[in-house]
């Protein structure tokens, strides 16, 4: 009996199609990929989305580029730059994971409008110096995706938004298990940082409804807003932190403390009912 290559490959179905190749396997796989790339050296796509997890990309026509504006990968990141057409910089949306420390200063990374990271488990630097980095980066919208700071780690980011004048519009969105434990850390960071209780002007629809807001004053123009709100399937719920213009806020002091006021009152109620 003859061996042969043959190579499977689905159509838009359950069924799964062969075709018998009499061709070495590095002559064939180039050979589909030019195929399915209709033989095409540039290709435009919205969203370019890749995962690959320490393997090479091999067999891709030769001078292969893909121009989109959001870029989706894991693993290697710097190889899949390569298959970036040099046009789509800077990107709308950068969505990775980091591993290394000094990725957090690549220009691809730097100058994307949103970027969205995970920590990248690695032997060489630890998650401490992966959140010491990420609070400073300075894109206008950056998300913390499927790792969580912990409390001390939250008050450094408070810290460093705090003490740093940022564009109008700047936010920080960093991902939480519990929207009680996220009240907690947003009492602290009142606390530690002079902020006071506030409503928004304009309601965020993603606001978590039993969330608290804080504002703390940074400049005569600018004001740091923190609240929650509700997240995706992998992260349930988002701290949010975003710099607006003075004014965004009303201050709502009188009616949380008035709020604990009658559930101290309350309280005291239900135990003199009980004593009696």
Same mark, same amino acid.
């Given at each position: ?12 179905? +359950? ?6 190749? +009499? ?13 399915? @790339? ?7 796509? !919205? ?6 997890? $320490? ?6 026509? /030769? ?20 298959? /970036? +057409?040099?046009?789509?910089?800077? @990107? ?22 949103? @970027? ?19 609070? #400073? ?13 912990? $409390? ?10 705090? #003490? ?33 209780? /506030?409503?928004?002007?304009?309601? +965020? ?6 969330? !608290? ?47 604990? /006021? ?7 109620? #239900?135990?003199? #009912?009980?004593?009696?």
């Amino acid at each position: 009996m003859s061996e042969y290559l043959e190579i499977r490959f689905g159509a838009g179905s +359950d069924t799964a199609h062969r075709r018998r190749l +009499d061709m070495k396997p590095h002559v064939a796989a180039k050979k589909l990929a030019c195929d399915l @790339l209709g033989r095409r050296k540039k290709i435009r796509a !919205k969203t370019f989305e890749l995962y690959i997890y $320490g393997d090479p990309i091999l067999r891709l026509p /030769v001078g292969f580029k893909v121009k989109t504006s959001a870029l989706c990968v894991s693993g290697n990141f710097e190889s899949i730059l390569g298959l /970036v +057409d040099p046009s789509s910089f800077p @990107l709308q949306e950068l969505k990775t994971t980091v591993s290394r420390p000094e990725l957090l200063e690549h220009p691809a990374v730097k100058s994307a409008k949103v @970027l969205k990271v995970t920590y990248g488990m690695s032997d060489e630097y630890s998650s401490v110096e992966f959140f010491e980095g990420l609070r #400073n980066v300075k894109n206008k919208t950056v998300y913390q995706i499927e790792c969580q700071m912990n $409390g001390e780690q939250i008050m450094e980011l408070f810290g460093a938004w705090t #003490n740093s004048q940022r564009d109008i519009g700047t936010m920080f969105i960093s991902s939480f298990f519990s929207s009680f434990w996220m009240n907690q850390r947003l009492d602290e960071a009142k606390r530690r940082f002079n902020g006071k209780y /506030v409503r928004l002007n304009e309601p +965020d629809e993603k606001m978590i409804p039993e969330t !608290k807001c804080i504002s703390f004053p940074i400049s005569p123009n600018s004001e740091l807003v923190a609240y929650g709100i509700c997240g995706a399937d992998e992260d349930p719920y988002y701290l949010k932190l975003e710099m607006m213009p003075r004014g965004s806020t009303t201050s709502s002091e009188w009616s949380v403390s008035m709020s604990g /006021v009658l559930n101290s009152l309350g309280a005291a109620l #239900n135990l003199y #009912n009980l004593i009696i």
